[in-house]
C-alpha cells in the first residue's frame, strides 16, 4: 500500500485540474463573494478545518433541510457529510425545529433544569442502560470529564488510547504510535507536555500489546470507539470487544466506549446492538439534532466510588463542566431527538439504504478491478483506496490515498453529491432518498471509471 490507491499520479492530476476548473466555472457567485476567502476571518473562514475541503474556494451554503443542501449558486446538493456528523438524522428534522421554536420564547440557558430534563434523564437511562448521565456541549467536552471521572475514581493517571483513534481536542488521547514507538501525534500546535507520560497506545485488534500495556495496573480507562472510524475505518476482530472488557475487568481498568460517530449502528449504538458493556458512555455530535450538546454516563459502580472521591476530596472546582452545558435549549432539542427523531422506523431506512449504497459501490470497485474496498457500520459507510480488511490504525494510516480522495470528492460535488472531507465517509440519514443514493452510485462509478481507464 503506496497511498496512491492504485492510480497514476498524472491521472489524478488531470482530474484534480478538470474538477477544479469546472467547480470554479460554476460557482460564480461564491468566486465573487468568497474567492478570496470570507473578510474578517484569519485564513477565510470561521474555523479553519472549512479550509480543508477539496474545492478551490468555499461555497456558501444558503440552506438545508433534510439529506439536501443548497448553496448560493443554486446547487441542491445531496448531502452524504451531514456536518461529519453533527446532522446524521437529517438537516433541521421537524421536532427539533419545533422543540428550538417553542423553547425561543422561553429562555435559552439559565443554569437551571426544566420539565425537557426531566424527561432526557429517564430516556438516556432506557436507551443507554446505564443509570447516571451528565450533560455537556460537544463530544470533546463529554470524553475529557469522563476520563477526569475515570482518574478520580481509580486513583490512576494513565488512559490508554487506540492508535489511529480520534476523540475530539482532547489532550491526552493525542498521541500515537510512529514505527512502534508512542509519539505526540504530529501537527500538534502549541503542544508544551510530553503527551507519551500520561498516555499508553496500542494497535487496534492486538490482544497482547493490551494486555501488556494493562498489565501494571496503573491505567485508569481504556477511551475507544467501537470501530475506529477517523481513520479510514477499522472493524474490531470477531472476539475483540469480548477480550478488550475482560481485560479491562481483571486489571481494574475502567473502560469509555465512544459512541459519537458509531450510533450510526442503530438506537442504542454499537453499544446495544452487540451488546458492549462499558463503565462509560459518550454520545455528541447529533445527540440534539444538530444544536450542541453531548452526554456522558456511567455505572452504578463508577458512581458510587465518584461519591467515595468527592466525600474526601476538599470543596472546589471539579475541573468539570462549562457554563453553556445542559442549557434549557440543548435539553429541548434533545428532548425532541431521543423521542421523535431517533426512532427505529428512521434507524430501519438508514440501515437498508446504507447498505444498499455499500453493496453498490463494493460492485462498482469490484466491476473495474480496483484496489479498494468498502466498509459500514449501519448507516455509515465509507470507501477506502486501498485494499482491505484494515486491522489498525496503521494499516489504516497507510491507505489514506489524500491527492486521489480530494480529487474524487471534488468530482462528487461537481455531480451534486456531497461526501464528508478527511475521509471518505457518507452517511445515510432518516430524509435520505433513493433517487439522492442512486445519484451517489452513478457519481462514485463515473468518476472511478474516469481514474481506472
Ligand atoms: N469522539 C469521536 C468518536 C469523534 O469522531 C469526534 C469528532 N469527530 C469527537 C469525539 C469530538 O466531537 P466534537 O468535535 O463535536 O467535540
Redesign the pocket.
Known amino acids: 500500500v503506496d497511498g496512491s490507491g492504485g492510480i497514476a499520479a498524472k491521472t489524478i492530476q488531470a482530474l484534480m485540474a478538470s474538477e477544479r476548473a469546472r467547480f470554479i466555472a460554476a460557482h460564480p457567485d461564491a468566486a465573487a463573494r468568497a474567492g478570496n476567502g470570507l473578510p474578517g476571518f484569519y485564513q477565510g473562514v470561521p474555523m479553519h478545518w472549512m479550509r480543508d475541503w477539496p474545492m478551490p474556494f468555499p461555497m456558501l451554503v444558503t440552506g438545508a433541510q433534510g439529506a439536501t443542501l443548497t448553496d448560493s449558486d443554486g446547487h441542491v446538493l445531496a448531502d452524504f457529510c451531514l456536518g461529519?456528523t453533527g446532522s446524521m438524522f437529517g438537516h433541521s428534522p421537524e421536532p427539533v425545529r419545533q422543540a428550538l421554536v417553542a423553547q425561543s420564547a422561553r429562555g435559552l440557558t439559565y443554569m437551571l433544569p426544566t420539565d425537557d430534563a426531566l424527561a432526557v434523564g429517564t430516556l438516556l437511562r432506557d436507551r443507554f442502560a446505564l443509570p447516571h448521565w451528565q450533560v455537556a456541549t460537544?463530544?470533546?467536552?463529554a470524553?475529557r470529564f469522563a476520563l477526569r471521572v475515570a482518574r478520580a475514581v481509580t486513583g490512576r493517571v494513565r488512559i490508554l488510547v487506540f492508535n489511529g483513534c480520534?476523540?475530539?481536542t482532547v489532550d491526552e488521547t493525542f498521541v500515537r504510535l510512529i514505527d512502534g514507538a508512542p509519539v505526540n501525534r504530529p501537527g500538534l500546535l502549541g503542544q508544551f507536555t510530553d503527551l507519551t507520560q500520561g498516555t499508553r497506545v496500542v494497535e487496534f485488534n492486538d490482544l497482547p500489546g493490551l494486555e501488556a500495556a494493562l498489565s501494571d495496573r496503573t491505567v485508569a480507562c481504556v477511551i475507544t470507539?467501537p470501530v475506529l472510524?477517523?481513520c479510514c475505518m477499522v472493524l474490531p476482530d470477531p472476539g475483540f470487544h469480548e477480550a478488550l472488557r475482560r481485560l479491562t475487568r481483571e486489571t481494574g481498568t475502567l473502560l469509555l466506549i465512544?459512541e459519537?460517530?458509531t450510533i450510526s449502528t442503530g438506537p442504542g449504538g454499537y453499544t446495544r446492538e452487540y451488546g458492549l458493556e462499558p463503565d462509560m458512555f459518550v454520545l455528541?455530535?447529533p445527540v440534539a439534532g444538530g444544536v450542541a450538546a453531548s452526554v456522558w454516563g456511567f455505572t452504578d459502580e463508577v458512581a458510587r466510588r465518584l461519591d467515595a472521591v468527592r466525600a474526601v476530596t476538599p470543596p472546589g472546582h471539579s475541573g468539570m463542566g462549562t457554563t453553556l452545558s445542559a442549557n434549557a435549549l440543548a435539553l429541548a432539542c434533545m428532548r425532541a431527538t431521543l423521542e421523535q427523531v431517533m426512532t427505529d422506523a428512521a434507524y430501519a431506512h438508514m440501515e437498508a439504504l446504507a447498505k444498499h449504497l455499500a453493496t453498490e459501490l463494493s460492485g462498482v470497485i469490484d466491476r473495474l478491478g480496483l484496489p479498494w474496498h468498502v466498509v459500514r457500520v449501519g448507516a455509515r459507510v465509507e470507501f477506502i483506496c486501498a485494499p482491505g480488511p484494515l486491522r489498525n490504525g496503521t494499516e489504516a494510516e497507510a491507505a489514506h490515498a489524500g491527492p486521489l480522495e480530494q480529487a474524487i470528492h471534488l468530482a462528487l460535488l461537481n455531480r451534486g453529491v456531497l461526501i464528508a472531507p478527511f475521509h471518505n465517509m457518507m452517511l445515510v440519514c432518516p430524509a435520505t432518498t433513493e433517487e439522492q443514493v442512486d445519484r451517489l452510485i452513478t457519481a462514485f462509478s463515473e468518476v472511478a471509471g474516469i481514474l481506472a481507464q
Open positions: 461529519d460537544t463530544a470533546t467536552d470524553n480520534y476523540h475530539g470507539e472510524t477517523n465512544d459519537t460517530h455528541g455530535k
